[in-house]
């Protein structure tokens, strides 16, 4: 079983900036960042290949930047210039089978969420 434990979230003002960290017990070759406001559906943030392939969804594209380090099981999520419109909890992700994108129902190992609050 995947094993995957978030850090990093925490309160910034608009503008601010996160990096987040998953330190994941066996990397797959697509890892992910999801992220649920209250009341909201999670929705994918952003995913990366084993091949270094990036997929972003349009609101981060240009602020976030998702990377993996393979040597210490980590993943990571650099936020720069947060919005309000990004505060919820952040979850990493896995998925066991061939292929990478952002879609959250093809992620099959999930971690337990680091909360994110953006204020204005």
């Known amino acids: 079983q995947v094993q995957l434990a978030e850090s990093g979230g925490g309160s910034v003002q608009t503008g601010g900036s996160l990096r987040l960290s998953c330190v994941v017990s066996r990397m797959t070759n697509c890892m992910g960042w999801f992220r649920q406001a209250p009341g909201k559906e999670r929705e994918g943030v952003a995913a990366v290949s084993g091949g270094g392939s990036s997929y972003y969804a349009d609101f981060v594209r240009g602020r976030f930047t998702i990377s993996r380090d393979n040597a210490i099981n980590t993943l990571y999520l650099q936020m720069n210039s947060l919005k309000p419109e990004d505060t919820g909890v952040y979850y990493c992700?896995?998925?066991?089978?061939?292929?990478?994108?952002?879609?959250?129902?093809?992620?099959?190992?999930w971690g337990q969420g680091t909360q994110v609050t953006v204020s204005s």
């Open positions: 992700a896995s998925r066991d089978v061939r292929g990478c994108n952002i879609y959250a129902e093809q992620f099959t190992n």
